[in-house]
């Protein structure tokens, strides 16, 4: 049963700082894709940024130059920094996780973790 456990949402103000960790519960040997997926209300669930097993990375123009991904290998965890926020940051982030043997293994979710950035 793999298990993604987020932390480190919460309130920042407009062009302040936030750290998203993901802890994956799972050998890294196994993963293959790790993302971070944000939805914010009334509007449909987008892709973020995502890491590959070998490290390749990409990112929502939206973001591009302000969030950073990384994965601790040795610790199973996947970061996010997320520098410059703006008002329109403000969703609830998800920890996606794909193993090697997606997609004939199911897509894993974290339990979403909230970012509110105020103006």
């Known amino acids: 049963q793999v298990q993604l456990v987020e932390s480190g949402g919460g309130l920042v103000q407009a062009g302040g700082s936030l750290r998203l960790s993901c802890a994956a519960s799972v050998r890294t040997s196994s993963i293959n894709t790790m993302g971070w997926y944000r939805q914010a209300s009334g509007k449909q669930r987008e892709l973020v940024a995502d890491?590959?097993?070998?490290?390749?990375?990409s990112y929502a123009e939206s973001v591009k130059g302000r969030f950073t991904i990384s994965r601790d290998n040795a610790k199973n965890t996947l970061y996010l920094q997320m520098n410059s926020l703006k008002p329109e940051d403000t969703a609830v982030y998800y920890c996606?996780?794909?193993?090697?043997?997606?997609?004939?293994?199911?897509?894993?979710w974290g339990q979403g973790t909230q970012v509110t950035v105020s103006s």
């Open positions: 996606n996780l794909k193993l090697v043997t997606y997609p004939y293994s199911p897509n894993y």
């Open positions: 890491i590959s097993s070998g490290g390749s990375t």
